[in-house]
């Protein structure tokens, strides 16, 4: 069992920068992604990145503006340029299974969940 404990949300104008972190502790984890969901949306996938660090994944709409890296336990997602739409409850994700490649976009790929972090994004 992977215990993931998230830290940075909070609320940002348009246009300005967060960074979210995920401590993980326990077994070992094959990957990590982040997923966020706005109210009345399901929840969606945003980046992963492998626990040796050297592949990551991100889904089409926040690429160029979300960057997601990994120092030894701790796995970081950059947003910068934010807009509005990004506004949703974050929450870090591990898989510990083994897997192959990193096309892992689906909650049921993933083994463990954070508790979520808020991110508000004012126009």
């Known amino acids: 069992q992977v215990l993931l404990t998230e830290s940075g949300g909070g609320l940002v104008q348009a246009g300005g920068s967060l960074r979210l972190s995920c401590a993980a502790s326990?077994?070992?984890?094959?990957?990590i992604g982040w997923f966020r969901q706005a109210p009345g949306n399901d929840r969606e996938f945003i980046a992963a990145?492998?626990?040796?660090?050297?592949t990551t994944n991100y889904a089409d709409s926040v690429k160029g503006r979300f960057t997601i890296s990994k120092n030894k336990n701790a796995v970081y997602l950059q947003m910068d340029n934010l807009k509005p739409d990004d506004t949703a409850l974050y929450y870090c994700?591990?898989?510990?299974?083994?897997?192959?490649?990193?096309?892992?976009?689906?909650?049921?790929?993933?083994?463990?969940w954070g508790q979520g972090s808020q991110v508000t994004v004012s126009s």
């Open positions: 994700a591990v898989r510990t299974r083994p897997g192959y490649g990193l096309d892992y976009v689906k909650e049921y790929e993933y083994d463990s």
């Open positions: 990145i492998k626990w040796s660090g050297d």
């Open positions: 326990g077994a070992f984890s094959y990957a």
